[in-house]
């Protein structure tokens, strides 16, 4: 492939493969759920929301819509704001006795990633909830690929879920998030409608728009795909697969959106043009990340939601302690991005360009403090805490903090610069305050 960062290496990937729904995008496009759940040959839907959408007008109009194309559907939305193993477990039960022929999703990333768990765990039964995680966490059994048909609608800009065979869920045991990754969880179809985002809370925006800036970034400067072993068993190709030149398109336009609109569409919600774009951008890292993986913005993230303590977050209707997603990748963000960036300097010079960083003068070997002060900056503009130190965390809390998310180790793995644990350690004691 014509790119240098891709070039072939000894016993490396020569393939990659890509995986993306059927995407349906536009102002009032979820009117069509009830036409596009009867396409993909629905009669009977289980519909997976969340308690504080089920009274909004997105979830109206989605359920009219199925019942306009004479859908018959029940209701399952006993779902956290993070979606953890017990909502997949009552979610399972859900699917399991409802004579389902296909599931329909409105909401963020927990309604998605629930949905998405509990048709794995409805259908296909295991003994221990871990067994399906990869090892050393689980056994990494294999997935079936026997799903229902999935319509998933997006209410917020982030995660992207809707265009991934990713679900990250909460394993209440263990107090922290871990991904499942496979290609039999992608949805079908994803209904993308901008609308959702009208009255979204700032900080939500703030978030979720650094969640799909983190995608976005972490894809485009993630391990070459060519630097992975080759598979023998192009069916176990996995699409956390490293960077390549799709998630490459993707995640550069992803970039660019983000670097024109977080400030202005989290600073102002009458900024259609900013919101629209934003959950755009999401989708668009959605597309990029799920076929690449992200690396160090979202491990390192997983130890901060693991041991946050006495900590809520503005325009979150949840109880202390509580860090959203999007915050937990961006305390640690500006840290990692000066720490990877000798390892593919040309890589984040190009991302810091189409983020609009400031590259006055500046060399590829100042791309890592370019990106670092421009994150910096948006993270300011946005109201997002100033680093780890921002949501509660002291020096004092590394050593545990690097403990936790170094047990991420694909994720880990797909960083281009090799990491160890003191590097981890390094990384968080840079990431306090900035
Ligand atoms: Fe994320």
């Not at 800036?213 to 192009?234: G, K, N, Q, S």
Request: hydrophobic share 40%; net charge negative.
């Amino acid at each position: 492939m014509g790119c240098q960062y891709f070039d072939p290496c000894d016993h490396g990937a020569d393939s990659f493969t890509i995986a993306i729904p059927q995407v349906t995008f536009g102002r009032g496009c979820l009117g069509e759920a009830g036409a596009r759940a009867r396409g993909l040959g629905m009669s009977r839907v289980g519909v997976f929301t969340d308690p504080w959408l089920r009274d909004s007008v997105y979830f109206a109009t989605v359920m009219d819509s199925l019942c306009q194309s004479g859908l018959d559907s029940a209701v399952f939305d006993e779902i956290t704001i993070e979606a953890d193993d017990a909502s997949v477990v009552r979610g399972a039960a859900f699917i399991a006795d409802g004579n389902f022929d296909g599931v329909v999703s409105v909401g963020g990333g927990s309604v998605m990633d629930t949905a998405k768990a509990s048709m794995l765990y409805g259908l296909h039964p295991v003994q221990d909830f871990l067994d399906y995680f990869a090892p050393p966490l689980g056994a990494g059994k294999p997935i079936a690929r026997d799903f229902l048909p999935h319509l998933a609608c997006p209410t917020t800009s982030g995660t992207g879920s809707e265009c991934t065979s990713i679900s990250v869920l909460r394993i209440n045991a263990l107090q922290t998030k871990f991904v499942l990754a496979n290609p039999a969880l992608m949805a079908q179809q994803a209904l993308i409608d901008p609308a959702c985002c009208a009255s979204l809370p700032p900080m939500v925006v703030a978030s979720t728009g650094f969640d799909l800036l983190c995608h976005a970034l972490e894809c485009y400067t993630a391990r070459a795909y060519t630097r992975w072993d080759r598979i023998d068993d192009p069916m176990k190709r996995p699409l956390i697969q490293g960077a390549n030149p799709w998630s490459d398109l993707a995640a550069r336009k992803a970039l660019e959106i983000a670097g024109e609109y977080l400030d202005r569409g989290v600073n102002d919600a009458d900024d259609l043009e900013a919101r629209d774009q934003l959950m755009w951008g999401a989708s668009l890292a959605g597309m990029a990340f799920g076929n690449s993986g992200t690396h160090l913005g979202h491990a390192l993230s997983y130890g901060v939601t693991h041991l946050m303590q006495d900590v809520s977050t503005d325009g979150y209707a949840v109880q202390s302690p509580f860090v959203p997603h999007g915050i937990s990748v961006a305390v640690s963000a500006p840290a990692i991005f000066r720490y990877t960036a000798e390892a593919a300097p040309e890589r984040h010079f190009e991302a810091a360009g189409y983020l609009q960083s400031d590259l006055k003068g500046a060399a590829p070997a100042d791309s890592g403090e370019a990106l670092a002060v421009r994150l910096i900056g948006l993270m300011q503009k946005t109201g997002v805490p100033n680093g780890l130190s921002g949501v509660g965390f002291a020096p004092a809390d590394v050593p545990a903090l690097a403990a936790s998310s170094s047990r991420q180790i694909r994720a880990i793995a797909n960083s281009p610069r090799e990491t160890n644990l003191v590097d981890i350690e390094n990384i968080y004691s840079a990431a306090m305050r900035y």
